[in-house]
């Protein structure tokens, strides 16, 4: 039988059921967007044509993940489900001890609420929104140690999501060092555009763990597309399978936190692995007072069984390359529309350089966020900004504190979802964006929350030329119309590109 390296663009599945999805005018779109208070988040779904706000939970099901549901169990305690669920999970992580929970932030939670004392700090390659966040409301701090070449969004260095190991020895052996309760290792990085961790570095990170006695976990929501990029990029593993290599980085931690809405291949769902049997058992006990009985951890029988058997599907070769065939050809059409991305570009999402592109909109004015709003009105496509909207601070008037060190835009791929011609309408709907950027608008925030403000912020545009208007300018001004923008062609997708 020929594989799928044989049949260039061909993905390795096909439709049994389709969802329409909705089209709107231009009009609409800016009503909607003034309606949601310019925050892509407070947008309807059946707003949007294409979604790529997240690839959390927004994947497509399987022929035998949907027959493994009508194996559920719904017994509350000692579900055959979850006996199912715990045996692929032990099988892959080599974790003794596995709580189930509804999704990945449940296990930070419960985690970092049972290990962090107040005042203590995780180090880490990079930690991801929610993860910062269960630290913080748990009175520890976050210490984000990305390797030295993260910095060059335009490298092709394949490792980026790498720790820097220097500055790990060297925090573990400062003054805070007594201070340091974990170190967290993200797989691959979200926070560094969806760059990978190399095996050797893990490895390293592993030793040093040891040495000092802290312990290592794995942000496993990507498990399975870090190990892909690993077999295709690390010298050594070139003839390992994904499996073998997620096995080996599950081996080298002492524990992990996994929101499986990612690779677990499901809509929800998550688990807690940890090696510790103290550390299980307190963890256990806030399990039970917050999610649930331990066997089924806030999820339904079937949810167990569905994703007991994505974890299965998950690092089936010709699934991955196809997965980031998908994710290569967007970066491929971004670029070919004169839009930067975050290179090399991982497997979940493609990052694109919002600062680059528009470098007339200062950082406090979100070129990122400005960037995903013109795509929404444009095109339908939705997006999330990770710049300073979501990593800054600005004073009472406005004005920056503390920036974000790009200011980049998101399109996360859902898994199994979106076909070649939906990413080709994205591609176009970048070209005719670059053709005219000089048009669009900053935006000020007017309402935010005191954590993970990017999730539920209102903002407001900032007309050209006026940047530093006072806070009060009246919040209904709608958008700066734009002048019409006609269609430019997508290059073919050629050999070159990966499979889709």
């Given at each position: 039988m020929r594989g799928v390296d044989?049949?260039?663009?061909?993905?390795?599945?096909?439709?049994?059921v389709v969802e329409p999805i909705p089209f709107t005018t231009r009009a609409q779109r800016e009503q909607a967007l003034h309606r949601a208070h310019h925050n892509l988040f407070n947008l309807r779904a059946d707003e949007v044509t294409i979604d790529l706000l997240t690839d959390s939970g927004t994947g497509a099901l399987s022929a035998a993940q949907m027959a493994a549901a009508m194996l559920g169990d719904e017994s509350y305690a000692g579900a055959r489900s979850y006996h199912r669920f715990r045996e692929v999970v032990e099988n892959l992580t080599s974790y003794p001890h596995v709580l189930p929970v509804h999704q990945g932030r449940a296990a930070e939670r419960i985690l970092f609420s049972t290990l962090l004392r107040p005042g203590q700090i995780t180090l880490g390659n990079t930690h991801f929104d929610t993860t910062r966040a269960n630290v913080e409301l748990a009175g520890g701090q976050v210490h984000?140690?990305?390797?030295?070449?993260?910095?060059?969004?335009?490298s092709p260095y394949p490792f980026k999501g790498d720790i820097d190991l220097d500055a790990l020895h060297r925090a573990l052996t400062g003054p805070d060092g007594p201070r340091v309760a974990a170190i967290v290792m993200t797989l691959t990085s979200n926070g560094m555009g969806g760059q990978p961790v190399s095996m050797a570095n893990l490895a390293e990170t592993a030793k040093l763990c040891r040495a000092h006695g802290v312990p290592l976990f794995l942000d496993a929501a990507r498990f399975a597309e870090n190990a892909w990029l690993v077999t295709r990029n690390e010298p050594g593993y070139g003839d390992r399978s994904p499996r073998e290599v997620a096995e080996e980085a599950f081996r080298l931690a002492d524990g992990c936190t996994a929101s499986m809405k990612k690779?677990?291949?499901?809509n929800t769902g998550g688990f807690l692995g940890l090696r510790d049997?103290?550390?299980?058992?307190?963890?256990?006990?806030?399990?039970?007072?917050?999610?649930?009985?331990?066997?089924?951890?806030?999820?339904?029988?079937?949810?167990?069984?569905?994703?007991?058997?994505?974890?299965?599907?998950?690092?089936?070769?010709?699934?991955?390359?196809?997965?980031?065939?998908?994710?290569?050809?967007?970066?491929?059409?971004?670029?070919?529309?004169?839009?930067?991305?975050?290179?090399?570009?991982?497997?979940?999402?493609?990052?694109?350089?919002?600062g680059r592109l528009l470098p007339h909109i200062p950082p406090h004015r979100f070129p990122g966020h400005a960037l995903a709003c013109a795509l929404y009105l444009e095109g339908g496509i939705r997006g999330v900004e990770c710049g300073s909207l979501y990593l800054g601070k600005e004073d009472e008037h406005g004005n920056p504190v503390v920036s974000a060190p790009w200011e980049l835009l998101r399109l996360a791929i859902p898994r199994r979802v979106y076909s070649q011609s939906h990413i080709e309408h994205v591609g176009?709907?970048?070209?005719?964006?670059?053709?005219?950027?000089?048009?669009?608008?900053g935006y000020r925030i007017t309402e935010q929350a005191p954590l993970l403000r990017h999730f539920k912020s209102r903002l407001e545009p900032v007309p050209l030329h006026t940047d530093e208007l006072p806070a009060t300018t009246d919040s209904t001004t709608p958008p700066n119309p734009r002048p019409h923008l006609t269609a430019t062609a997508v290059p073919p997708r050629g050999t070159s590109a990966p499979s889709l």
């Open positions: 044989d049949v260039p663009g061909m993905e390795p599945f096909r439709a049994k984000d140690l990305p390797c030295p070449e993260a910095a060059d969004l335009d690779d677990g291949l499901v049997p103290d550390l299980a058992g307190r963890c256990e006990l806030l399990l039970v007072a917050t999610e649930g009985f331990p066997t089924y951890g806030g999820l339904a029988g079937r949810d167990l069984d569905m994703l007991a058997q994505g974890l299965i599907e998950v690092t089936d070769p010709d699934y991955l390359r196809s997965r980031a065939g998908t994710t290569a050809y967007l970066a491929e059409l971004a670029r070919a529309a004169g839009v930067a991305v975050v290179e090399p570009p991982g497997v979940h999402a493609v990052y694109l350089n919002a176009r709907t970048l070209a005719r964006i670059a053709q005219h950027t000089d048009h669009l608008p």
